[in-house]
């Protein structure tokens, strides 16, 4: 069964700099992975997606990196900003199509 | 952009009794739709996936007596725990697939925190 980690559990930085997230599985057996944001009181917000033909993906300050042999991605925030906070959740989809979540990063930008 | 409701937002109830939990895609239609619980310092689990119009699919060890799930149309699915228990206390968050867009694709409910006391 696959089994997504996330490393650290919590984080907090100062505004301002840069920061990288950190998500292994076990299984590199995967179709995609995903970095999801999720705020308190509101739903899952689809940051990036990586099939699992490429190796990353951009968008903004926000940059994927997908090592799907060794089972590794990294979600790198560049610049970081007090609106930033939030708990980035890793997903892999594998197996019967399902997704598969890591437990979670909670990051903290101070101002 | 698609929203995905999800009612109550909180809800407390006493040992025993069943609770239903409903998740609607406001503005898309949606063929199938997910259901997870998130334990406190773990993983969102997918629980079951229900397709409109047939029965939900559950995952292994959930039991589909306990968690009842009916999809009856193209824009809500609902999850009743029936007899909640204390152990049933957990976050509940539902996603939504639209019919047009393939399973990446989906968006996820604001969350239901459920207490059993």
């Known amino acids: 069964k696959q089994e997504v980690t996330q490393i650290p559990a919590a984080l907090s930085v100062p505004e301002g700099e840069n920061l990288v997230l950190n998500c292994s599985f076990t299984?590199?057996?995967?179709?995609?992975l995903q970095w999801f944001r999720q705020d308190p009181g509101k739903g899952l917000t689809s940051l990036l997606l990586?099939?699992?033909?490429?190796r990353e993906q951009t968008s903004g300050r926000l940059n994927a990196s997908l090592d799907k042999s060794s089972g590794r991605s990294t979600l790198y925030i560049a610049a970081s900003q007090p609106g930033d906070s939030a708990t980035y959740l890793c997903a892999v989809r594998s197996g019967a199509n399902n997704l598969f979540f890591g437990t979670g990063t909670r990051l903290t930008v101070i101002p | 952009g698609a929203v995905v409701s999800q009612h109550p937002s909180r809800v407390i109830c006493k040992s025993g009794t069943s609770v239903k939990i409903e998740c609607r895609s406001l503005d898309f239609q949606a063929t199938t739709m997910f259901w997870y619980r998130q334990f406190p310092k773990q993983s969102l689990m997918l629980m079951a996936t229900?397709?409109?119009?047939?029965?939900?699919?559950?995952e292994q060890g959930v039991e589909k007596d306990k968690f009842l799930i009916n999809h009856a149309s193209l824009t809500l699915s609902t999850l009743t725990v029936t007899s909640a228990h204390p152990e049933d206390s957990s976050f509940y968050i539902c996603s939504a697939s639209p019919s047009t867009g393939g399973p990446d694709t989906q968006y996820f409910g604001p969350g239901t925190r459920l207490t059993v006391l």
């Open positions: 229900s397709n409109e119009g047939s029965k939900a699919t559950y």
């Open positions: 990586i099939q699992s033909s490429q």
């Open positions: 299984d590199s057996a995967i179709y995609n």
